[in-house]
């Protein structure tokens, strides 16, 4: 059974930091590309950051130089370093794994942004 299970999310305060993890199972995860995309209240989901199977990244404009993406294939884990959060940036953040026909998506962790 796949299974791709997002953790990390949470209330922080603007400016803060948290770090999202997207853990995999039942896949050949190093052959997987991975992608965060989130949704807000009352938007479309919109993609967030990839990251390829050889570590090719690449960001929405927003995030870029806020947002690290990175992979550990050992770990069948993908983690999405958020610093310097903004309130626009409150969100369900999903991940979404991709190879060839297979897409798998998890469930979602929350991210709010507020003071």
């Known amino acids: 059974q796949v299974q791709l299970v997002e953790s990390g999310g949470g209330l922080v305060q603007p400016g803060g930091s948290l770090r999202l993890s997207c853990a995999a199972s039942g896949i050949a995860f190093s052959i997987f590309s991975v992608s965060w995309y989130r949704q807000a209240p009352g938007r479309q989901r919109e993609f967030v950051t990839d990251?390829?199977?050889?570590?090719?990244?690449s960001y929405i404009g927003s995030v870029t130089g806020r947002f690290t993406v990175s992979r550990d294939n050992a770990k069948s884990t993908v983690y999405l370093q958020m610093n310097n959060l903004k309130p626009e940036d409150t969100a369900v953040y999903f991940c979404?794994?991709?190879?060839?026909?297979?897409?798998?998506w998890g469930q979602g962790t929350q991210v709010t942004v507020s003071s």
């Open positions: 990251i390829t199977r050889g570590g090719s990244t």
């Open positions: 979404n794994a991709r190879h060839d026909t297979l897409d798998y």
